[in-house]
Structure formats: structure tokens, C-alpha cells
């Protein structure tokens, strides 16, 4: 596509900001192209970003065919910069030890099963009893639940206290 100087301009204050979530880049090449030419769906601009930092590199790789909205440029850019941003965010988080921790789901055993109701309660390790109904349970399903089958489960706070929302098999019985 030609040359635009409004265009670089842009991307070059884009490119700038980045700084401001990792000082260290090292390299930004933006790579804008228009390669389609559909006549129902208009042209569709192509982003690419290939970021270099101490010890890697981060590719922005914006599909325009996957984005409707890429029909404008300034819009393809800032949504290949947007994720850019993330991309760094994430970066600096992992050199900084930083990542999210999922804390495993809660452990229990089917201690009560009233199948004709739809519910039951779990014993959990912690020794807390908690209510699930035939609903939250995953597959194979409330009615292959026997007593002492072990699970895992998710808890959240229901009317009348614990209530496991999503009851998984772990896959032994006791």
C-alpha cells in the first residue's frame, strides 16, 4: 500500500507507548498491508508486529479475515497494538515470576445421596458437609454417584450455606 505519513504517525506514537509497559524493547518492526481486494467485503488491512526483547521476541500476527472491523486501518492497528500491550504484560509478568496461581479444587467424598430429591451432600476434607444438587454434577451423572465415591468440586455460598456448584468424578470409589 502507499506511503502515508498520518499513518506512521500513528504508529509510531502506538509503537512509543509500549515503552511504557517494557522499557527494554529492543525492536518494533509494523509490517501494514491491504492484500485482499473483495468486492463484497472490502479491502482488510493485515497487521503484523514483530517485537524484539532481551532474549525473545513477540509476533502480532492480526488476521484481517478474522476481523470484520479491519476494514478500517486505524482500527487494525490499534487493535494490533492492544494486543501487543497484552503480549508484553504478559512477558514482564512471567520474567518477574509473577503468574496466576489456580488454587486446586476442593476434595470430598459422597457421604448422603437422596436420589429421589435430586441432591446430596459431600463430606469435604476439611470436615465441612456440603449440599450439591443433581444438577452441578458432571458427567457420568448424579445417578453412577454411589456413597463414598471421592470428587471434586467447586464451592460457592448458597442460601442455606456451602453448596458445591460443579461436582466432578475423581475417578475412584471407595
Known amino acids: 500500500m502507499p506511503h502515508s505519513e498520518a ?13 511504557d509497559f517494557y522499557e527494554k524493547i529492543i525492536g ?9 481486494r473483495h468486492h463484497r467485503k472490502g479491502k482488510l488491512y493485515h497487521v503484523r508486529i514483530d ?3 532481551p532474549g525473545s521476541e513477540i509476533v502480532i500476527n492480526r488476521e484481517p479475515s478474522r476481523h470484520a472491523s ?7 492497528i490499534r487493535d494490533a497494538f492492544t494486543a501487543a500491550r497484552r ?3 504478559d512477558f514482564t509478568r512471567r520474567r518477574r ?7 486446586p479444587l476442593p476434595q470430598g467424598r ?13 463430606d469435604a476434607t476439611d470436615g465441612r458437609e456440603i449440599y450439591f444438587h443433581s444438577n452441578s454434577v458432571l458427567e457420568p451423572g448424579f445417578a453412577r454417584l454411589e456413597i463414598g465415591t471421592e470428587v471434586t468440586f467447586a464451592e460457592e455460598q448458597g442460601v442455606n450455606g456451602p453448596q458445591a456448584s460443579t461436582v466432578k468424578f ?4 471407595s
Open 110 to 122: 459422597v457421604a448422603k445421596i437422596f436420589s429421589d430429591k435430586g441432591f446430596g451432600f459431600l
Open 28 to 36: 518494533c518492526r509494523v509490517l501494514v498491508e491491504a492484500p485482499h
Open 170 to 173: 475423581s475417578g475412584r470409589r
Open 97 to 103: 515470576g509473577v503468574m496466576k496461581i489456580h488454587e
Open 87 to 89: 503480549k508484553i504484560q
Open 70 to 76: 479491519h476494514k478500517d486501518l486505524y482500527v487494525a
Open 7 to 19: 499513518i506512521e504517525k500513528n504508529i509510531r506514537e502506538k509503537a512509543a507507548k509500549l515503552d
Open 51 to 53: 517485537l524484539t526483547l
